[in-house]
Nanobody
Framework: QVQLVESGGGLVQPGGSLRLSCAAS????????MNWYRQAPGKERELVAG???????NAADSVKGRFTLSRDNAKNTLYLQMNSLKPEDTAVYYC???????????WGQGTQVTVSS
């Protein structure tokens, strides 16, 4: 059974930081491209950042320079370090594991991030 469990969300003031974690089980973690998506109220889900099995990363323009994505294959865990948070970063953040052109595509339950003073 595949499980992706996100943690680390919460309420933070503008300019603050949070670190999200995604613990994976039931998959060969190192073989998967791992992604963080987010969905704000009334908006479509969007890709925040992704990291391939080889370690190549990509990120949305809106978070470049502020968010850092990393993975620890020994711990089967994906991380998203979020700095200089803005109110527009408020959303539910979802962990996603994908491989083989999307044939295998798994999602976590999401963790709420709220940026507000």
């Amino acid at each position: 059974q595949v499980q992706l469990v996100e943690s680390g969300g919460g309420l933070v003031q503008p300019g603050g930081s949070l670190r999200l974690s995604c613990a994976a089980s039931g998959i060969i973690f190192r073989m998967y491209t791992m992604n963080w998506y987010r969905q704000a109220p009334g908006k479509e889900r969007e890709l925040v950042a992704g990291i391939t099995s080889g370690g190549s990363t990509n990120a949305a323009d809106s978070v470049k320079g502020r968010f850092t994505l990393s993975r620890d294959n020994a711990k089967n865990t994906l991380y998203l370090q979020m700095n200089s948070l803005k109110p527009e970063d408020t959303a539910v953040y979802y962990c996603n594991a994908k491989r083989t052109a999307g044939l295998y595509d798994y999602w976590g339950q999401g963790t709420q991030v709220t940026v507000s003073s």
